[in-house]
C-alpha cells in the first residue's frame, strides 16, 4: 500500500482559511479573487505569475474549469500523485463550487515529475490520452527551463481540447479548419474541371473503328511484379510517462498523465 497522505503546506492551508472566511460573493467574483497558480518552486516572475493568472482565469470561464498550477521543490519528498490529491482535497477547487471542475498540472522539481489530473467535467474531456498530448506538447519547455511557455501551452491545450466531445481525437487533421477548406477547394476544382472537360464532347473513334478483327490476333501473356514494400514506424520517445487515472482519499476520482521533464 503505497504510503498516504502528506501534509499541504502552511502557506496553503491559510490562504484556503482565508479564503473561506471571505464574505458571501458570486462564482463570478469569487472565480476572478481566488489564486489559480501556486508556485511554491519560485519558477516565475512576479508579471509572468500575473500574465498566467489572467490567462487561466479567462479561459477557465469559457469552460467552466479551474485551470490550476502547482509548483514544489518537494521538501517532504512526497509523490507528485499524491500531492496533486491532497491539494484537491484540502483546497477544494471547482469553479463554481468546491470540488468542482479542475484540472491541475503538478510540477516537482525535488525529482523532476510532472503530473496532470483532471477531475468531474475535466476528468470527462480530459482523459488519460488528450492529457498525455498535452504532458508531451510541454515537456521540452519544462526540461529547457521555459516554465511559463510550457505553462501558457498547458492552458491553452486545455481549454482547446475541452472544446471537443469526449471520444474524438482533438489533433486530427479534419478538424482543422484549413485542412477543411483545402479539402472543399480540392473537391470544387475536380468537379470543375470534370464539367469543363464533358463539355468539350465526347471522342466516338476507338481502336475497333478500323480493326479488322479477322486477321487480327493477340497472344496471351502474364507479367508478375514483386514489389517490395518497407514499412518505417516512428519509436516513441521514453520519458518515463504513464497515465490513467485514481481517486484522492476525499473520494474525489480523476485522470491522469504522469511523466519526467
Known amino acids: 500500500m503505497r504510503r498516504r497522505r502528506s501534509m499541504l503546506g502552511l502557506g496553503w492551508i491559510m490562504m484556503l482559511a482565508v479564503f473561506l472566511m471571505m464574505p458571501h460573493r458570486t462564482a463570478a467574483a469569487a472565480a476572478e479573487a481566488k489564486p489559480l497558480i501556486f508556485d511554491d518552486a519560485g519558477l516565475l516572475s512576479s508579471q509572468e505569475y500575473e500574465e498566467l493568472s489572467a490567462l487561466a482565469r479567462e479561459y477557465g470561464a469559457e469552460r467552466e474549469t479551474d485551470f490550476i498550477i502547482i ?46 489530473q483532471g477531475y468531474y467535467k475535466a476528468e470527462e474531456y480530459l482523459d488519460r490520452n488528450r492529457l498525455d498530448k498535452i504532458r508531451r506538447k510541454i515537456t ?50 475536380l468537379a470543375v474541371g470534370l464539367m469543363t472537360y464533358r463539355a468539350g464532347g465526347r471522342v466516338t473513334v476507338n481502336r475497333r473503328t478500323y480493326e479488322d478483327v479477322s486477321t487480327s490476333g493477340i497472344i496471351d501473356q502474364e507479367d508478375r511484379y514483386i514489389r517490395t514494400t518497407t514499412t518505417r514506424r516512428e519509436i516513441p520517445k521514453n520519458d518515463g510517462g504513464s497515465s490513467g487515472g485514481g481517486v484522492t482519499s476525499g473520494g474525489h476520482s480523476h485522470s491522469s498523465s504522469r511523466g519526467k521533464f
Open 71 to 116: 509548483t514544489t521543490d518537494n521538501p517532504d519528498n512526497v509523490d507528485i500523485e499524491i500531492l496533486i490529491e491532497d491539494f484537491y482535497d484540502a483546497y477544494a477547487p471547482g469553479y463554481d463550487r468546491p470540488h468542482g471542475n479542475a484540472v491541475i498540472l503538478g510540477l516537482d522539481m525535488r525529482n523532476r515529475d510532472v503530473e496532470l
Open 140 to 189: 521540452d519547455d519544462l526540461s529547457d527551463g521555459e516554465y511559463k511557455k510550457a505553462f501558457e501551452a498547458y492552458i491553452i491545450s486545455a481549454h482547446e481540447y475541452m472544446g471537443y466531445e469526449p471520444g474524438f481525437n482533438p489533433d486530427n487533421p479534419l478538424f482543422n479548419i484549413w485542412v477543411q477548406l483545402g479539402g472543399a477547394v480540392l473537391i470544387g476544382g
